[in-house]
């Protein structure tokens, strides 16, 4: 069976500091990968896709980044955080296919909040 | 620009029926959500429909009309456990989930 398993579930960084968010899927091959943001009273906003290795969609410029070093592993990056970046954010997967979109798989979640 | 709307928080009472409405305006339809949030973890899938009409999985169900752009989630013999947050989503014309903010359903005993 598929798992989806991202890290840290909670974390509390310094305005200015880096951010690393890592998330991987098991059991399943070349999945979409996504990276979502939830803030309080707002829908989920997408922040990075990929259907790839290597390849990285971007919905919203901002001080993010998303890598995705290997077939099941997705990395949601900050050099230096900001304030505006404290939310609830999730990774998520899909199996590809042409025409049917299918459901997320979503990961645990982790709650960062910027201080 | 694109758009969905649902109520923010709704109450209902144990073993009742509770409807949650969802209405859309996107480019392109390519399909229509519905998601489980407890608070504090991850949404879970809970139906989708691309045709109109109802779905009933069970104690829920979904209905959807596309000329309305509408959809509804019924929730029958509410139990507790379905305290949560109710997502709807839909897929646009690049397949693209567009979200609403989601229903705080709060059930009393």
């Known amino acids: 069976s598929q798992t989806i398993h991202q890290w840290p579930a909670t974390l509390v960084q310094p305005v200015g500091s880096p951010l690393s968010l890592e998330c991987t899927v098991e059991g399943t091959s070349n999945p979409n990968l996504y990276w979502y943001r939830q803030a309080a009273g707002r829908g989920l906003q997408l922040l990075f896709y990929s259907v790839g290795i290597g390849q990285i969609s971007s919905e919203v410029p901002q001080n993010l980044s998303a890598s995705r070093p290997q077939d099941r592993q997705f990395i949601l990056s900050s050099k230096k955080l900001l304030l505006s970046d404290s939310g609830f954010y999730l990774c998520?997967?899909?199996?590809?296919?042409?025409?049917?979109?299918?459901?997320?798989?979503f990961g645990e979640g982790s709650r960062l909040t910027v201080l | 620009g694109q758009n969905i709307d649902q109520p923010t928080e709704m109450t209902a009472t144990e073993g009742a029926i509770v409807q949650i409405n969802c209405t859309y305006q996107?480019?392109?339809?390519?399909?229509l959500f519905w998601y489980q949030q407890h608070a504090g973890e991850a949404p879970t899938f809970l139906s989708y429909?691309?045709l109109d009409g109802l779905e009933e999985k069970g104690r829920f169900s979904s209905f959807l009309s596309r000329s309305k752009g509408y959809s509804y989630l019924l929730l029958k013999e509410l139990q507790m456990k379905d305290s949560a947050s109710y997502l709807c989503a839909v897929s646009d014309s690049n397949y693209q989930l567009i979200w609403g903010a989601g229903t705080k359903l709060i059930i009393k005993p």
């Open positions: 429909n691309v």
């Open positions: 998520a997967w899909k199996v590809q296919r042409d025409l049917e979109t299918g459901e997320l798989f």
């Open positions: 996107t480019s392109g339809f390519n399909g």
